[in-house]
């Protein structure tokens, strides 16, 4: 039988949290996600986006390429640099300001048109 991604992404990040010594609570707060939500993750109830996995990697401070892994998003780690999704990296740069980004995803859209 092949195991769930979700529950074994749970798994992982629970096992991430407390080897970083966060409570669910200061992870939620550091990734910017709700603690019920995490929680969720955390039970296998809910499956994160790739914009919700980044937002954890970066709370953990591990990269994002694992998480995609553990979620069954990725193959193997060597695929993460094709397969992330600029559109992610750009509504989750924390230098970037609202209007920074909207310009930017604009561009990067209309680039996709052509």
Do not use: C, H, W
């Not at 998003?73 to 970037?96: F, N, W, Y």
């Amino acid at each position: 039988m092949t195991p769930n991604p979700v529950s074994d992404l749970g798994g992982y990040l629970k096992e991430q949290r407390q080897q970083a010594q966060l409570s669910l609570r200061q992870l939620a707060e550091r990734s910017g996600i709700s603690n019920p939500y995490l929680s969720q993750i955390e039970r296998g109830l809910k499956k994160p986006s790739a914009e919700i996995l980044q937002s954890l990697a970066k709370g953990l401070r591990i990269s994002a390429e694992q998480l995609y892994v553990q979620a069954g998003i990725l193959d193997e780690v060597g695929e993460a640099e094709a397969m992330i999704d600029t559109r992610v990296a750009i509504k989750s740069d924390p230098l970037l300001t609202a209007k920074q980004r909207k310009v930017l995803l604009d561009l990067y859209s209309s680039f996709l048109d052509e």
